[in-house]
């Protein structure tokens, strides 16, 4: 038996939470685990379309601004190989601004990138989307495409400042376009242990979301701030530090909650 695609959006509305390095760490660490994996770049930042080494880079059919604002398109056209093998990219770059206007007049606007991505279902086991820090168009088609909603939180003071926008958006969204939308989990990114401010914020998390909080945490790590740089995963660029093995033991305990749902 074949199995099913899950189709996850890495979420949160607040910027510089680690949405994009969790999404290209995790991915990569699923592909090297033999999973076969897509990534999509729904940010006009165009953070994750370099961070795995497609600065600038484009399909011949174009990017996921082609694939949202066009008619007739065909899905597979739009999907990049990458250095590493199980792992492909949807790109995107600049011009994806203007897709969140352009999207405003079209009559299915928040279900564009569903029927993208229904259209790729069966290929890969797992599809994550990058959503850019905003609750508008873009990262409503994320969630709106989605099985589940992955959380990054970062572990600071404000961690959960914006969260009940982000969950009332979640409602919105199940009572309309998505009803069966759920919560993946919730990852604690840039923790410092050696912090009670940590520890704390960690702790707040935790009372709030409950065993939605994944138990393994993302320690600060310089060598997650420079993989990006060398457009490489963080597994790729230092395998042996504190940032990967994080982000394979993440991935192993995705894998393990995916398999126990
Ligand atoms: N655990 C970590 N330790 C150190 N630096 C990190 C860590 N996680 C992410 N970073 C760095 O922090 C910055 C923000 O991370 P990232 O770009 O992944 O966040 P984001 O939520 O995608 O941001 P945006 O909202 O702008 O899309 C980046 O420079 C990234 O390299
Ligand atoms: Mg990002």
């Not at 729904?42 to 082609?66: C, F, H, R, W």
């Not at 935790?206 to 963080?234: M, Q, W």
């Not at 504190?242 to 749902?261: I, N």
């Amino acid at each position: 038996m074949t199995k099913q695609t899950r189709v996850i959006a890495v979420s949160n509305q607040k910027g510089g939470v680690a949405k994009t390095t969790t999404t290209i760490n995790l991915a990569a660490s699923l592909a090297l685990a033999d999973q076969r994996v897509l990534v999509i770049d729904m940010d006009p930042q165009a953070n994750l379309t370099s961070g795995v080494g497609q600065k600038d880079q484009s399909t011949e059919a174009g990017t996921i601004y082609d694939a949202l604002t066009s008619d007739g398109i065909v899905a597979r056209d739009f999907v990049l190989p990458t250095a590493i093998e199980n792992l492909c990219l949807v790109p995107a770059d600049r011009h994806l601004t203007g897709a969140e206007i352009e999207l405003v007049s079209m009559p299915d606007r928040d279900q564009r990138l569903r029927k993208f991505v229904n259209a790729l279902r069966g290929e890969f086991d797992f599809i994550f989307i990058d959503s850019p820090p905003s609750l508008g168009l873009l990262t409503l088609n994320a969630l709106v495409a989605a099985d589940s909603v992955l959380i990054p939180l970062n572990c600071e003071y404000f961690a959960l400042e914006g969260i009940a926008d982000l969950m009332s958006t979640l409602d919105r969204v199940r009572e309309s376009l998505n009803p069966t939308l759920s919560v993946e989990g919730v990852l604690l990114t840039m923790y410092d242990d050696r912090t009670n401010l940590g520890q704390q914020v960690g702790g707040n998390i935790r009372e709030y979301f409950g065993d939605k909080v994944f138990t393994t945490v993302i320690p600060r790590n310089v060598r997650l701030g420079e993989a990006p740089s060398h457009g490489v995963p963080v597994i790729v660029y230092d395998a042996r530090s504190r940032g990967a093995e994080a982000y394979v033991a993440l991935a192993r305990e995705f894998l393990s909650r995916e398999r126990s749902a």
